[in-house]
Structure formats: structure tokens, C-alpha cells
């Protein structure tokens, strides 16, 4: 598990900037999803060596009315359910009406809450900061998250408290052994004996309820880990076919055929625990409703995560003809950067199509797991390099030299070259399509790694 951190601050303030900064890809990993780069809430935070999941809760102003008032309700429900709270404040500006509003409202949680005075680059740090300490919520840090002054020390007063509740928050160092096969075999045998772990996520009243009752059909289930609080999942185990899964409940199913009446508070955080948690990731879409920002940004989530994706549009009984090709033109244009995600229309409510899901699982994660070897990966990049040769870079050839397995689920390619570092990303994404093709992966994301030398 991960912890969370909620950055919250009204509008302008610098909240994306510095949420970017957390977030952009470390290493030349290729992992982009053109198409899914607008709206990024929920984030996987790599950075100085800490992991951590980073929610930009948008801007609120402190004195919403109507549909912003539900939006910043919206918003304070991921700060109170954060780990820590990130409250950040515009150095320039001083303190405002809003800040103080929204100080208000922070000081009756009973969280870590840290202010965060951004933007103080050409100011005297510690004069402007010192401005804030009228917000009464203690000690102010100062940052310019635009130009990354004053973020790891940042990280390192508040994420350092939570190293023995979440180890985790430490990012492992990059074990790639280049020339250990033996520890890639070992891996895979590994994910070969696990149940398979699916989160069946997506927004309220989509019908992941009524799936997971259906997924769990006459099966003896053993239900564990009871929640402790809204922020955590119920995790299932069940069998079929001699295949054990783990159903990662994100929505509330106590027991077979009762759906606790008391309606859950849907809450992104447990969704993002879950989807870290897994290796397949359902995501649940209401063909009645519209494909909306919440079903990208969660796709894009568990994108960038590494998990496996499978789609279920579910609602798909009684619709007509018309609505159906509707829901499908916008399936292809919305979610068109997926499109290595198998999609099943179902129907939850009568379980038409339902059982088809589990073979879409089971070959997502074959997928993500599947052992490839050395020989065989450092082949089809020739043969991708033959078809279509690398471009010339300052009058030299970028030259691709050899490929091995670095890693699975998400299956991490290692290719080995000269000049890797210039290659274009429209090639990156050639070799990553050749490598889909040719070893037929399906429904998981694959990344590549560039290495320069031999
Ligand atoms: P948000 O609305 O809170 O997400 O704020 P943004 O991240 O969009 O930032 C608002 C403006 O502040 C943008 O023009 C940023 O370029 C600028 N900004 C953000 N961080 C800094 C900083 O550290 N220093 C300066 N000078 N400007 C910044
Ligand atoms: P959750 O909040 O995502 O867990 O959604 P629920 O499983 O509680 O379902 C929300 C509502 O949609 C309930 O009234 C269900 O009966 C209904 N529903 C779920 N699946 C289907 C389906 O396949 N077809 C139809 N017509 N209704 C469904």
C-alpha cells in the first residue's frame, strides 16, 4: 500500500505545477498514452526516491454555491481521507479570503496538515513565508514548485513519519538484473501460482455491486479483511476452472445477495488502493450514462500504474440499436488509446456476457507475466529494426543492439543500443506495437526501457 497525499489550495496557486513535477515518468520508461494527458487528478508520485499516491483536488475557493459546492465536497473527501494534507498557498499573493476560508475548514480535521508557500523563487524564502503562520494551522514550508526549490525537503519532513506504516513509501531501487534470467524465471513461476487479484472499480452506480455478486456466482467465497474505515476494500477469494482470483471489492459487497443497503461513500482513494493493489484492473462503465472524465482519469490511473485493463460496459440490456452504436463511437473515441483492453458488453443485472470476463482476465495476466526470453525478445527487435530502420540521429544510425526481459506485470523490455537517447517517440511506439503484435500481448500495458552501450 501506498499513502496518499491531497494537495488542496484555491485555484492558481501552483497545484498543478507541482503535482506534474511529482508525477512526470522517471527513467525513459515509455509509457505515454497519447490522448490521456488532460485532466490528470490522481497521480503514481515517484520522486527522490519516494512512492506515493498525489491527488490534485482541484481549487476550491471557500465559498462555493451549487455544483461547485459538490465538487468541493468532493474534494475535501480525499483530504479527509489522505494521509497527509498538502494545503498550499500563493507566497505572492499573501494570505487571502479563500486560504483563511479554507484554513477554516482543515482545522476542524484531524489530520496532518502541512502549509506550503509556494512560488517564493526571487522572494526573501523565510519573510514570505512567514506571512502564513496567521493560518494557525503551524509550520510553513516554502517551495517553487516550478522550479523544484524546497520539494524534497519537502517530502523528506512529511513523508519520513509514514516510512514504518507504509514501507512502501521508500521506492525499491531499480532491480534489473541484465543478465540474470534465472531471477526472471523464478519470477514468473512465482506469478504463475498466484490468484489472480482484480479490482472492480468504477463510478457509483455503474453496477459493481451487482458484477462482483455475479463474478462470485454459486461459489463458496471466503471474505476477509473486513474494512476498518471508508478508504478500504474487501478482498474476496474464489475459484473457477481451478483458477483461484481475489476480488478486490471497491464497492461494498459483504456477503453473497446482500448488498448492504447503507449506499457507500464512493471514495477515489480506495479505488487507487486497489488498483495498486492488483494485477487486473476492471473497470465497470454505465452504457447509460456518458463516458465521463472520472472513467478516463481512473483508466489513466491503472494505466500508469502497470495494470492490466479489462472493460465492461455494463447496462447493456433492453438499450436500443442506436444508443448501442452511440456508446461504441464513443467508447473508440474516448478510450481509443486503451484500445489493447478487451471491451465485453454485459448486462451485470441478468448476467449476460458475464462469464466471459473471467477468460479476459486470465489472458490479461497470462499477458503481464508470461516469460519471454532473451533470444526471442532480442529477434523481434531486429526484426522490427529490418521492417523499419531506426532514423539517423546528427548523421549516425541510432542502432538498436539487443532486448531482454527486465521485469513483469507490467512486462518491462530492456533494449540495449547506440544513441537510444534520441529516439524519436514515434519509434518508441513502433517497436512497442511490434512487440505487442508479435507476442500477442493482450491487455496489459508493456513498457520499454532504453539503455545506452551493450
Ligand atoms: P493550480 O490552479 O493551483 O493548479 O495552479 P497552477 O499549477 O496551474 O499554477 C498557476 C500559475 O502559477 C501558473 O502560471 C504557474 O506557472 C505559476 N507557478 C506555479 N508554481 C510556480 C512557482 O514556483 N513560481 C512561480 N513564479 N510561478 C509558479
Ligand atoms: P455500484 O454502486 O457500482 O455498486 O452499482 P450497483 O451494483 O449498486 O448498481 C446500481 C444500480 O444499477 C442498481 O439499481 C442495479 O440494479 C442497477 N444495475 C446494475 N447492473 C445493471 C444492469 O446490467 N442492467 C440494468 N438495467 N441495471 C443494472
Redo the contacts with the bound molecule.
Keep these: 500500500m501506498l499513502p496518499v497525499v491531497a494537495l488542496v ?11 506534474n513535477r511529482l508525477t512526470r515518468t522517471r527513467d525513459a520508461l515509455v509509457a505515454d498514452f497519447p490522448g490521456l494527458t488532460r485532466d490528470r487528478k490522481y497521480g503514481q508520485a515517484n520522486y527522490e526516491g519516494y512512492q506515493f499516491i498525489v491527488i ?1 483536488t482541484g ?1 476550491i475557493q471557500g465559498d462555493e454555491q451549487g455544483i461547485d459546492l459538490h465538487m468541493a465536497k468532493q474534494s475535501l473527501q480525499a483530504v479527509d481521507e489522505a494521509d497527509i494534507v498538502l494545503f ?1 498557498v500563493d507566497a ?1 499573493d499573501g494570505i487571502t479570503a479563500a486560504d483563511l476560508s479554507i484554513a477554516e475548514h482543515l482545522r476542524r480535521q484531524q489530520k496532518d496538515i502541512w502549509v506550503v508557500a ?5 522572494l526573501d524564502a523565510d519573510a514570505a513565508a512567514a506571512d502564513f503562520y496567521e493560518l494557525g494551522l503551524g509550520e510553513v514550508y516554502h ?5 523544484g ?1 524546497g520539494v524534497n525537503q519537502l517530502l523528506n519532513r512529511t513523508l519520513e513519519p509514514l516510512r514504518e506504516s507504509y514501507p512502501e513509501v521508500i521506492a525499491p531501487a531499480r532491480e534489473v538484473d541484465d543478465e540474470d534470467e534465472a531471477s526472471m524465471i523464478r519470477q514468473a513461476e512465482y506469478y504463475a501460482d498466484q490468484p489472480i487479484k482484480i479490482a472492480i472499480i468504477g463510478r457509483p452506480n455503474v453496477g459493481k455491486s451487482t458484477l462482483t455478486n455475479r463474478l462470485l456466482g454459486e461459489e463458496r467465497v471466503v471474505v476477509y479483511d473486513m474494512p476498518g474505515t471508508t478508504r478500504d476494500s474487501i478482498y474476496i477469494d474464489m475459484e473457477r476452472d481451478g483458477q483461484k482470483y481475489t476480488l478486490i471489492d471497491t464497492a461494498g459487497v459483504r456477503k453473497r445477495g446482500r448488498i448492504d443497503l447503507a449506499v457507500e461513500k464512493f471514495s477515489v482513494i480506495k479505488t487507487l488502493q486497489a488498483i495498486e493493489d492488483a494485477n487486473v484492473v476492471m473497470l465497470v462503465i454505465d452504457a447509460r450514462d456518458q463516458i465521463s472524465d472520472q472513467d478516463l482519469s481512473l483508466l489513466g490511473f491503472a494505466l500508469n500504474a502497470g495494470r492490466s485493463i479489462v472493460i465492461t460496459v455494463n447496462k447493456w440490456d433492453g438499450l436500443e440499436q442506436d444508443a448501442k452504436d452511440w456508446v461504441k463511437q464513443e467508447l473508440d473515441r474516448r478510450l481509443g488509446f486503451a484500445d489493447f483492453a478487451r471491451t465485453h458488453f454485459i448486462s451485470a443485472l441478468h448476467g449476460t456476457n458475464v462469464g466471459h470476463l473471467f477468460g479476459s482476465v486470465k489472458e490479461a495476466y497470462a499477458s503481464a507475466t508470461q516469460r519471454v526470453g532473451t533470444a526471442q525478445l532480442t529477434q523481434i527487435m531486429e526484426m522490427a529494426q529490418d521492417d523499419h530502420q531506426p532514423p539517423l540521429v546528427r548523421g549516425r544510425r541510432v542502432k538498436l543492439k539487443y532486448a531482454h526481459a527486465g521485469g513483469y506485470n507490467p512486462p518491462l523490455i530492456v533494449i540495449h543500443g547506440n544513441q537510444v537517447d534520441s529516439l524519436p517517440n514515434s519509434y518508441k511506439r513502433y517497436l512497442m506495437n511490434y512487440f505487442r503484435r508479435a507476442l500477442k500481448v493482450m491487455g496489459t500495458p508493456i513498457k520499454i526501457e532504453f539503455r545506452e552501450g551493450a
Design positions: 489550495g484555491r485555484p492558481n496557486v501552483g497545484k498543478s505545477t507541482l503535482f490534485d481549487g498550499l505572492r509556494n512560488k517564493v523563487d526571487g517551495i517553487a514548485a516550478a522550479h526549490r
